[in-house]
């Protein structure tokens, strides 16, 4: 085994600059896919602070997100003062051939170019083995094996408190939703929690900014309960003066509606 004094990407964590690196190679910490934020100060949160390094032999990468821009970060050593470039590749698996057909993954490949030490891309492997070879015995060159999540659907939920007044008697109550200024495609639901008989909203799509959506409960006189409700962005962007109110309302054997409970 000879140490280098180059960029050297790492196969894993623990990884020395030395070659040939370990057999697994398909890890590198030095490639860190961190989603769809980029970080505020990329030094402190993969280097560490004051100088001490502690963030350097922790692994912080997550999957990729699928459909939105993604923030990936190269990281590489040196024990000399080294100047140079890197390149990031994205690998499909339809590219990269494992023996095994049922163990194909999507990968990322770094690459770290000085002039001392280009770490030239072959056009050709041979076969998989080869091509493990040539990352062992690259010191420049990174390769993490990675995965496609579907993006999170951002959300909101409020839980609020539901007081049931003495007094109120078993005629149905209208429970129901408003919207202000919400955006066309949002989604919203609500649901009861510790009252019988339950009742819930299942998501419903907003089709103009100004909406209600109502079930028809049986609330039970003198009770406490909860109501969760809550939006799905489904990546619109909501405005600062949106709103979501929910109301109670009893209706009378007449079929009026009269508020008796706080909106939120």
Not at 9 to 35: E, T, Y
Not at 175 to 189: A, H, I, K
Request: proline residues 9%; hydrophobic residues 35%.
């Amino acid at each position: 085994m000879s140490a280098y004094d180059d960029f050297f990407a790492r196969a894993h964590i623990g990884d020395k600059p030395v070659l040939p690196k370990p057999a697994n190679v398909m890890g590198s910490p030095d490639i860190q896919p961190v989603g769809t934020e980029p970080i505020a100060n990329p030094n402190e949160y993969f280097i560490g602070k004051d100088g001490k390094e502690e963030e350097y032999e922790k692994d912080k990468g997550t999957d990729i997100t699928k459909g939105e821009r993604n923030y990936i970060y190269l990281r590489g050593s040196s024990t000399l003062e080294t100047e140079g470039y890197a390149e990031l590749y994205f690998v499909p698996s339809s590219l990269v051939m494992h023996p095994n057909a049922t163990d194909q993954h999507n990968c990322l490949v770094s690459r770290f170019v000085t002039e001392r030490n280009p770490n030239e891309v072959p056009t050709d492997f041979s076969d998989w083995n080869a091509l493990i070879k040539w990352v062992q015995e690259s010191p420049g060159i990174g390769w993490r094996n990675i995965h496609f999540a579907d993006p999170k659907l951002p959300e909101k939920e409020t839980i609020v408190d539901l007081n049931i007044p003495h007094g109120w008697d078993m005629h149905s109550a209208l429970v129901y939703l408003e919207t202000v200024d919400m955006p066309v495609g949002v989604t919203v639901s609500f649901f009861s929690v510790d009252i019988n008989p339950p009742f819930k909203l299942e998501p419903q799509e907003i089709t103009y900014p100004n909406q209600s959506f109502f079930v028809i409960a049986s609330l039970p006189t003198g009770h406490t309960g909860k109501v969760t409700y809550k939006y799905v962005t489904n990546s619109k962007t909501i405005p600062d003066d949106a709103k979501l109110h929910l109301k109670i309302g009893k209706l009378t054997p007449i079929g009026s509606v009269t508020s008796v409970f706080k909106s939120s």
